[in-house]
Structures are given as C-alpha cells and as structure tokens.
C-alpha cells in the first residue's frame, strides 16, 4: 500500500510538532525517517496512524483520503505499526499475545480465516520461528528482556499482516544481536509491504532504507536515495556530523 501525506502541520499550542511536512511513499518501498530528538518523528507516524489529527494537511493511504478515519479504520485498510513504548499485555505469554494479534486480524474480516485452532496455533509457531522467539513462547510478555519485548512488539504488529508498516525506533535498546535479528527480519519481509521506519541506529537505516526523509524542528530538510541524503550538506550539519 502506497502512502502519502500533504502539508501536514502539527501544532501542539505554539509550537509546530510538524510544519508542512509532505511525505510520498510508494507501495512497497523502504522508508526511513530520521532527525534529532524532538524532529517531530513520532508526531508524523502517530498523522499517519491516525492518532493525532493534523492541525493542516491530508493522509492518503492506499490512493484514498484517510485524514478524517480513526486509527482502527486505517488498520483495516492494512496499516500496521509499532510504538515507541511497549504496548503488550503483560500478564499474557509471548504465545498468547501473538495469538491475540492473530484473532484480532481475523476478526477485522479483511482475509479470510478458516477458524481453526489447529490453524491458528500453527500460524503462532511459525511467528514465534520467524522472529527467533520460539523459546520465549511460555514467557508472560512482562518478565522479558528489553530487546525481547521489542521483538516481540515488531511480531505482533506483524502478526496483522499489515500491507504498510509503521516502526517508531525498533531497535532502541537493543543488543548487537538483537539488532541484527530485527534487521534481518525486516529485511526477509515481503516485499510488497511498505515499511516506514523511524530509528536511531543509522548502520541499520542505511541497510534498510531505499529512501531517507530527514526532519528538523518539524521541518522536512532532505528526502532522497541514502547517498543524497548522506552528501547533503544540511543534513551533515544538524545530524549526521561525521558521517
Ligand atoms: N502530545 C504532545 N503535546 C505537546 N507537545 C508534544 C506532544 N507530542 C510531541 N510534542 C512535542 O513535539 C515535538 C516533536 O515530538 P516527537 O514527534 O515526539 O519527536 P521525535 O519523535 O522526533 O523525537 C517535541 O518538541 C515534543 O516535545
Ligand atoms: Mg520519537
């Protein structure tokens, strides 16, 4: 699913979270978001996903105009996402909160599901393999490890199947190892799901991304190929620095 967003401009009281950001992703590419602190990173995934709405400007989604539908429309039209604080049900185990992402997939009605547990069950196990979390399953998800909860939180978004997806800084804490599973998981994914990614680790943006739109103050400075963005001057002065 291709997305697209035009003007957008956030303002929390006098200050603009986002000003004028216009932002064209297309279906299936590899998008990466970067910037400072405090760039307006997370205030531009939270337009896109449908928890702020804009002070000016339009989200498509898709080819349709989705600015006035709620968050759980625009998962229902395929976009998925990860926060940048954990959002899973912590008395659960990993197993079951993967389950639970499953079941809320089928329910939304956008595939088809046979209804089976068998099926189901299946579908976790090979989640669980895929992500390298196999031996986590009877863990509740409130006694794992940091980048174990991280990983866990990029399955569930995952586990909705979503045709674009959204991913607030993924590897925020985690180990070498960590890092390169989740890279490597990204990497594997089909490639027709649209990914936009907002992540400090810029060894890992730079495997990723086939794009980088780069914000400051709410600004957008640069938007291009990772060797544009990386020669441009601008953004050699307010981020990259050495690079
Ligand atoms: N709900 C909010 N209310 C007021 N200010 C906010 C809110 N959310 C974000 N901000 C401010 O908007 C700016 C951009 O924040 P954010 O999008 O979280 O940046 P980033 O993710 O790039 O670090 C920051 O100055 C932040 O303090
Ligand atoms: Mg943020």
């Known amino acids: 699913m291709d997305l697209s967003a035009v003007g957008l401009t956030v303002r929390f009281g006098a200050l603009a979270a986002l000003n004028r950001v216009d932002l064209e992703?297309?279906?299936?590419?590899r998008r990466a978001v970067i910037g400072p602190n405090g760039a307006g990173k997370t205030t531009l995934l939270n337009v896109i996903a449908g928890e702020h709405r804009p002070t000016e400007g339009s989200v498509r989604l898709g080819g349709?105009?989705?600015t006035p539908l709620p968050p759980w429309r625009r998962a229902r039209l395929g976009l998925?996402?990860?926060?940048?604080?954990?959002?899973l049900f912590s008395?659960?185990?990993?197993?079951?909160?993967?389950?639970?992402?499953?079941?809320?997939r089928n329910r939304s009605g956008w595939r088809f599901w046979p209804g089976s547990e068998d099926g189901l069950n299946q579908e976790v196990s090979?989640?669980?393999?895929a992500?390298?979390?196999e031996h986590l399953a009877r863990r509740p998800a409130g006694r794992l490890g940091h980048g174990e909860r991280r990983i866990l939180e990029v399955e569930l978004a995952l586990a909705a199947s979503p045709s674009a997806l959204l991913?607030?800084?993924?590897?925020?804490?985690l180990s070498g190892d960590e890092r390169q599973k989740t890279l490597e998981r990204l990497r594997s994914l089909p490639k027709e799901v649209t990914v936009v990614?907002?992540?400090?680790?810029?060894?890992a943006v730079f495997a990723l991304a086939e794009r980088i739109t780069v914000l400051d103050h709410g600004v957008k400075i640069a938007d291009g190929t990772p060797t544009e963005v990386r020669a441009n001057a601008r953004v050699q002065e307010v981020y990259l620095g050495g690079l």
């Open 167 to 173: 991913l607030d800084e993924p590897m925020a804490g």
């Open 91 to 104: 008395q659960l185990t990993v197993a079951d909160n993967i389950a639970l992402a499953v079941r809320a």
């Open 131 to 133: 992500g390298g979390i």
């Open 64 to 66: 349709r105009d989705a």
């Open 197 to 203: 990614i907002v992540e400090h680790d810029i060894d």
């Open 80 to 87: 998925g996402r990860t926060f940048q604080r954990s959002t």
């Open 25 to 29: 992703v297309a279906a299936g590419e």
């Open 126 to 129: 090979r989640r669980l393999e």
